[in-house]
């Protein structure tokens, strides 16, 4: 116990050190689990992902068919607005910014936004921006295995911080949906569940914008 917390503490005042750690968080070891609501079953045979809205072309892919997209890693400290961080996570799946560059999405210019829909009508919004960096993950796996089901299996958004990326906008983690189902793309922005509860809408880790304006 007492070693647990040393160690904690000591890992903690590294990432200090080494700028890593917000204004306000504090380090983890382990992974908590935070959602409203149950965790929803998953059905390969009935499951897709669609992209949608300010699209030449509405996309569609069957589990199957998402299988076969070109994936990508990431490693990424995340930071929850619960005010607990956990460093060095280990991601893979896919980038919506190799969807678009790969024409697998085809975005109209009037595209600014973007709101992924979970099961159980959840939702989140982001600007079209953040979501095109590399610190934004479609993700199926977490530390080299499937994502567990209470962490959003089989596909979540997930976003971080990419250590010495102060030049991507990083928000907190509630801005990546578990269990996403769609990604509607935008012209006008649109609060999500959380941002309507009163979170904020850009949600910066570095400016502390954990509740309050939108
Ligand atoms: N579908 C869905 N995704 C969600 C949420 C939710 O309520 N429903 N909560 C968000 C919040 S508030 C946080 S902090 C993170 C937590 O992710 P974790 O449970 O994997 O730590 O998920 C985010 N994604
Ligand atoms: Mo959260």
């Not at 992974?31 to 569609?60: K, M």
């Amino acid at each position: 116990m007492f070693r647990n917390f040393t160690d904690r503490r000591d890992e903690e005042d590294r990432m200090k050190k080494e700028g890593r750690l917000p204004p306000g968080q504090s380090l983890t070891q382990k992974f908590p689990v935070l959602h409203y609501g149950p965790v929803p079953p998953f059905n390969p045979a009935t499951w897709d992902l669609r992209a949608w809205g300010e699209v030449e072309q509405e996309v569609r892919w069957t589990w199957d068919q998402f299988q076969q997209l070109p994936r990508t890693t990431v490693s990424m400290d995340l930071h929850c607005v619960t005010k607990w961080s956990k460093f060095d996570t280990a991601w893979e799946g896919v980038s919506v910014k190799t969807l678009v560059d790969e024409g697998l999405i085809r975005l109209k210019p009037e595209a600014k936004y973007v709101v992924q829909h979970a099961e159980y009508g959840f939702t989140v919004n982001l600007p079209l921006e953040v979501m095109l960096a590399e610190n934004f993950l479609l993700a199926t796996h977490f530390n080299g295995e499937p994502i567990t089901p209470d962490h959003g299996y089989p596909l979540r958004g997930v976003v971080g911080y990419i250590p010495e990326r102060e030049d991507l906008p990083t928000p907190y983690l509630w801005k990546g949906a578990k269990w996403l189902r769609s990604l509607e793309f935008r012209a006008t922005d649109k609060p999500g569940f959380w941002e309507q509860a009163g979170y904020h809408n850009e949600a910066d880790i570095w400016k502390e914008q954990r509740f309050g304006r939108y």
